[in-house]
Every structure is written in C-alpha cells, then in structure tokens.
C-alpha cells in the first residue's frame, strides 16, 4: 500500500507558474511509478505526466509538453511538477497516483492508490 499526499495549488492567472508536489509513504516505493492526473468537473480523470523510480521513463500529455516538467526526489519520497505557461484548460484537480512498474502510464484504471488531489484554478 503506498499513500500519497498532493500539494502546491492554487489560484493562478494565464501564463503564471506553480509547483506541484507529491509525497508517497509505504513499502516497495520502489516498484511504483508515480502519474499525474487531472480531473476537470463532470469529466474523467486525464493523464498530465508520469516517472519511473529511476527517472529513466518519463511521460507527458501532449498537451502539456514543454511547459510541464516532472521530476523525483527518492531521497524525499517526492515527486514534483513544474508547470509554466499556465492557460484556463489547466484547471481542475490534481491528482497523483501510484502504478506498479508493469503498469500503463495513462491509464488511471491501473493506478493502484491515489491522493487526496489539489485545486488549480488558473483565470483567463
């Protein structure tokens, strides 16, 4: 079992910054790759970016390429998204979730645990 806490959003206007963060505890953290994902209302959950442990896999919609950056501290047990150029279709909220290894990225069904989520509200 690997828990998950989000942090780091916020209100934010169009072509602001924030910084998201996601602390993971449990055993094997290891065998986990860690996705975000986000969820606007009435809609599914959508697949932003995701990392392997060893950061040797390393995924972006492509919708979020070149402004987003994901990147893991395993000293920390922490995973963090930059992201940059921030438009009104970023918003909602996000979420970060745990995936074994021989899981798919994008594919939320697959996740198998999932934080609380974090509200990023970015006004035109």
């Known amino acids: 079992q690997v828990n998950l806490v989000e942090s780091g959003g916020g209100l934010v206007q169009a072509g602001d910054s924030l910084r998201l963060s996601c602390v993971a505890s449990g055993r094997a953290l290891i065998m986990y790759r860690i996705g975000w994902f986000r969820q606007a209302p009435g809609k599914e959950r959508d697949f932003v970016a995701g990392?392997?442990?060893?950061?040797?896999?390393?995924d972006y919609a492509d919708s979020v390429k070149g402004r987003f950056t994901i990147s893991r501290d395993n000293t920390k047990n922490t995973v963090s998204r930059q992201m940059d150029s921030l438009i009104p279709d970023d918003t909602g909220v996000y979420y970060c979730?745990?995936?074994?290894?021989?899981?798919?990225?994008?594919?939320?069904?697959?996740?198998?645990?999932w934080g609380q989520g974090t509200q990023v509200t970015v006004s035109s």
């Open positions: 979730g745990a995936l074994r290894s021989s899981g798919h990225m994008s594919n939320a069904r697959e996740y198998a645990s």
């Open positions: 990392i392997s442990w060893s950061e040797s896999y390393i």
